[in-house]
């Protein structure tokens, strides 16, 4: 039994293997999509197992590979019944995944298409939409917590870096999602006394301490939230959203200047013209720069 072991072994080397480089060598270039082909597989069984982990599929996919092993094994073994069972087995098992895996099936062919599929090939979203939407969340979260009449301190950070600020507080780095941010706020929770910092499309901290404007610079009759939106406001580029308990007010801190009881919508349009715009803005002029540096080329062409 092991000299027939070795001897389909040594077969299955001189036919498969010694003949498939001998095949490369003799055209080189069938390498270009077989390199391609492998480094594609490698790269989606990557991202499969980076979102299985940890879940029930990682358990039956070591199963699922023992069976294989075993399957193999009986077959050069020339372990006929078993590998016989095996095998049957093999062509009722795919009916049976998929009657087990229905739901995340159904799942994964609903995402074809969509923005959760160039996202899990790792393509992003474009920075215009992505930061448009989220200026959406935020201001539905702000308008909830007014009409809730639940105090807030939202600061969204631009270029100038408030890493000090961040440091701070606590770290949540999450996506941004209204029901989040509403929940943070909410009365003697752990986060709901300080602010929450937004930075590039994500909620990396809360409860963090914020710089405070003088007395001077702000009316008596607003609070300490107010205070800290104006200071930060004053010390960096940042943008800081408040709610007020008191009067479900919606005020706005914005280079060094406080802008009191504003709209959903004023709101929205302001911090669009902040964040979303300026990505808008530089896709613009690269486009123009790519398309005067191709008329250049094709005038000097003509030429």
Do not use: W
Request: with cysteine; hydrophobic share 45%.
């Amino acid at each position: 039994m092991f000299d027939n072991f070795l001897s389909n072994i040594n077969a299955y080397y001189q036919e498969h293997i010694v003949n498939y480089i001998q095949r490369l060598q003799e055209h080189p270039i069938d390498l270009v999509p077989i390199v391609l082909d492998l480094l594609l597989v490698i790269f989606l069984i990557y991202k499969f197992f980076f979102i299985t982990k940890n879940t029930r599929i990682t358990q039956l996919l070591k199963g699922i590979f023992i069976y294989i092993l075993l399957t193999a094994l009986s077959s050069i073994l020339q372990l006929t019944i078993i590998n016989y069972i095996l095998k049957s087995f093999m062509s009722y098992g795919v009916i049976i995944l998929i009657v087990i895996f229905q739901p995340e099936l159904r799942r994964a062919l609903e995402q074809l298409g969509s923005n959760k599929l160039t996202k899990f090939i790792g393509i992003e979203k474009d920075k215009y939409v992505q930061t448009k939407e989220d200026i959406y969340k935020i201001v539905i979260a702000a308008k909830e917590l007014a009409q809730n009449r639940t105090g807030a301190l939202i600061v969204l950070e631009k270029d100038i870096k408030i890493k000090d600020i961040i440091e701070s507080g606590i770290l949540i780095n999450s996506d941004i999602s209204p029901q989040l941010l509403v929940n943070i706020f909410v009365p003697n929770t752990p986060l709901h006394d300080g602010a929450v910092i937004i930075s590039g499309n994500k909620i990396v901290a809360g409860a963090c301490i914020l710089p405070l404007a003088s007395n001077q610079d702000i009316a008596k009759e607003l609070g300490t939230r107010h205070r800290a939106a104006l200071g930060i406001s004053k010390e960096s580029d940042a943008v800081a959203i408040v709610v007020s308990e008191e009067t479900g007010k919606i005020s706005l801190a914005r280079n060094g200047v406080l802008l009191v009881d504003i709209k959903e919508e004023t709101l929205k349009q302001i911090l669009i013209k902040d964040f979303a715009e300026m990505y808008n803005t530089k896709k613009k002029v690269k486009q123009t720069i790519t398309k005067k540096v191709n008329s250049k080329g094709i005038n000097n062409k003509k030429r």
